[in-house]
């Protein structure tokens, strides 16, 4: 058992410093240019407002991290919410990789269900450990209704064509 109570600060950012270099490993390169080449759904952020929406994920994973690791480790129901919050980074990371790096759209929208169902196991095991981190994590839930429907609307936009804009 590790115990980092007491020093929380740095696993919880090594923890989102990994989530976040697995994320840009999977997603690869081009990012912007696979964002510009999409038809976007009538709500959609400008992408400088998908990096505020990222930056602020990562705030809000570091937060729920720190409170799990602050507190008694020993507890079941604060291993299992550290895990899923864990599995949430790896998970993110994922869709990352079929949305950027595969282009596909479908996929990525399937994905993103799964996603959500671990995000939601997250936000129920937050709740039982610590009730304050599950605070913290609701405005991603939020969130994550608006980017599940982005999700479908992209998909239904750009069709099943890997590169939208191909014949």
Not at 46 to 69: D, K, N, Q, S
Not at 84 to 111: D, H, T
Not at 112 to 118: I, N, P, Q, W
């Amino acid at each position: 058992m590790v115990v980092t109570s007491g020093y929380p600060l740095l696993p919880a950012l090594g923890i989102c410093a990994a989530g976040a270099a697995l994320e840009g490993i999977c997603a690869g390169p081009g990012v912007r240019d696979r964002m510009d080449e999409l038809r976007l759904p009538r709500f959609a952020p400008p992408f400088a407002a998908w990096l505020v929406i990222g930056g602020l994920y990562y705030v809000i994973c570091f937060a729920v991290l720190y409170r799990l690791l602050e507190g008694d480790f020993g507890e079941s129901p604060r291993q299992v919410a550290l895990g899923l919050a864990v599995l949430l980074l790896v998970c993110n990371a994922g869709w990352n990789y079929f949305f950027f790096r595969r282009r596909e759209l479908r996929a990525s929208f399937v994905y993103s269900l799964g996603y959500a169902a671990v995000a939601l196991c997250l936000a129920a095991a937050l709740f039982r450990a610590d009730s304050t981190a599950g605070w913290i994590f609701l405005p991603y839930l939020v969130y994550l209704l608006y980017g599940t429907w982005w999700g479908y609307a992209l998909w239904r936009l750009n069709g099943r064509s890997i590169h939208p804009h191909s014949p």
